[in-house]
């Protein structure tokens, strides 16, 4: 049988996620009878769809995930609107690993339904129907992903003093998270390996450095130029361009880095004309001495439609903020009702500036950063994070490049990533799982593929057929669930502070 989801309800938000993921999946038309062996899973997510082709489906043993108001629909049932701001994972649930999500909408949970609720801070219940097994989930997944705004967010670290930034309002990252454990359940519940294409080109890790030069003096540059080198890192330099004389005699000379483009002016502003104007000056500049960019980092990690829209036109191939999402997968933002062609590249996005504010000391701050390194590692995900040359702060950036070396994990530019990433976004596999054998057709061997059974994991690379019990599976490690969690929404007088901060430093550039 195929091991491809279907989706009933395919709206831009759910694209995002199941391509972000790398998954095999169908649009699948409201009045279609299926058959189990058609989709491994289905997603359904339109509330009037029909209701016998979803209960045969289930009743012929298919797994589902339904939105909540898709599973009152097929099963008569009422839900309850219910307003938060986020919801938090129960210490002791399957999920307990993704912790906290921010949300931006109510959330549909089913009224007087006869299931099981699988957790009660996120809400998410399961159950049977004949020999189908479902989940249902209460987030709306479309209005939540397209959601572009922005607010101050705190992050999580061991103290009590947490750093705080202006990023997206929604934690897509995680919502992607939950969605993905949920279908890789589904297709336990019917004793399928759960698969998709890897998020990073080597299976060690990736790491990217980016750097928003900011008006930095050459000197600054330089110190931070040497630790790459002594370090062999590549990192994405974001350049101020309007010291054109810094382009030329100091950035267009810098060998095995790659150059983009950060700024003329140190602004993001609400309209195409004022950002399409600031950018092509940028790009100008740039031209002038001798410099080729390919990629885009806008200042404040701001972005907003018209931002982007002056991005295609320049054909960027890619942008790096943090208001369209942070700690995630790249994605083609969506906006005026179509995909974007410049390709977003999430960050981690507290920099250690954003640390020296909240009062980290050096040594704090190296073990944040090797906190988030881990984490990105257990999850499979890139480790992108960013820094401002004249924060200076060179031993915190040499303990970090030190602790990338030794752990061994490649380091790619933003731009190899993104090629990649278009690469990994073109490559469609069918995937079919039959008589204990995995079959790929048209594969690339470029991308590999990840392999769940239970806990386990296995990276592989795509082969015509493959015995499944000959796959060699190694330990899946999760997260635990961070601690601190409770003061991480909690209102600071320091929320405060920091917005005026920003609010002024806005102003003045
Ligand atoms: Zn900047």
């Not at 993001?268 to 004022?274: E, G, L, Q, R, W």
Request: aromatic share 12%; charged share 30%; net charge positive.
């Amino acid at each position: 049988m195929d091991l491809k989801i279907g989706i009933i309800g395919l709206k831009p938000g759910w694209k995002i996620i199941l391509d972000q993921q790398g998954l095999n999946y169908e649009a699948v038309e409201l009045n279609k009878k299926l058959s189990p062996n058609q989709y491994s899973v289905l997603i359904v997510d339109d509330h009037k769809t029909t209701k016998n082709n979803i209960l045969h489906y289930l009743e012929m043993g298919g797994s589902i995930l339904f939105s909540s108001k898709a599973y009152a629909q097929v099963f008569d049932k009422k839900i309850r609107s219910v307003r938060k701001k986020y919801l938090l994972s129960d210490q002791e649930s399957m999920f307990s690993s993704i912790g906290l999500i921010d949300i931006s909408n109510r959330i549909a949970i089913p009224k007087k339904a006869n299931i099981k609720l699988i957790d009660s801070g996120l809400q998410v219940y399961s159950g049977k129907y004949k020999k189908g097994s479902f989940f249902v989930i209460p987030i709306d997944i479309n209005k939540e992903i397209l959601n572009m705004n922005a607010c101050r967010r705190k992050f999580n670290a061991d103290r009590m003093e947490l750093p705080s930034e202006i990023v997206a309002q929604v934690s897509k990252g995680k919502i992607r998270k939950l969605l993905v454990y949920i279908l890789q359940k589904l297709h336990y519940e019917r004793n399928l390996p759960f698969i998709h294409k890897i998020t990073i080109p080597d299976y060690q890790g990736l790491f990217i450095f980016r750097i928003d030069t900011d008006f930095c003096s050459k000197d600054e540059a330089d110190a931070i130029y040497r630790l790459c080198e002594k370090h062999n890192i590549k990192a994405t330099w974001f350049l101020d361009t309007q010291d054109k004389s810094k382009l030329e005699e100091y950035f267009s000379k810098l060998k095995g880095q790659e150059l983009g483009l950060h700024c003329f002016k140190h602004k993001v502003f609400d309209n195409y004309n004022d950002n399409d104007k600031n950018i092509k000056r940028g790009i100008y500049n740039l031209k002038e001495s001798n410099i080729s960019q390919k990629g885009f980092a806008a200042p404040f990690g701001d972005w907003n439609k018209y931002l982007d829209c002056s991005l295609q036109k320049n054909n960027f191939s890619y942008s790096s903020e943090f208001v369209p999402s942070y700690d995630d997968l790249p994605f083609f933002p969506y906006s005026n009702s179509k995909f974007s062609k410049v390709l977003q590249i999430p960050i981690h996005p507290i920099s250690p500036g954003r640390l020296r504010r909240s009062h980290f000391s050096d040594t704090e701050k190296i073990k944040y950063y090797k906190d988030i390194i881990k984490k990105r590692i257990t999850e499979k995900d890139p480790i992108i994070i960013y820094h401002h040359p004249h924060h200076k702060m060179l031993k915190v950036i040499d303990a970090i490049f030190s602790h990338i070396n030794s752990l061994g994990i490649p380091n790619l530019t933003m731009s190899e990533y993104a090629s990649w990433w278009k690469k990994r976004v073109k490559t469609k596999t069918d995937i079919s799982y039959n008589n204990g054998y995995i079959t790929f057709r048209n594969l690339d061997r470029k991308i590999n593929f990840l392999i769940y059974k239970d806990n386990m994991i296995s990276c592989l690379q795509p082969k015509a057929k493959l015995l499944f019990s000959n796959i060699e599976f190694t330990k899946n490690n999760l997260l635990k669930r961070e601690k601190n969690i409770a003061s991480m929404r909690k209102y600071h007088w320091r929320d405060l502070l920091y917005n005026y901060e920003s609010w002024r430093s806005r102003k003045n550039r």
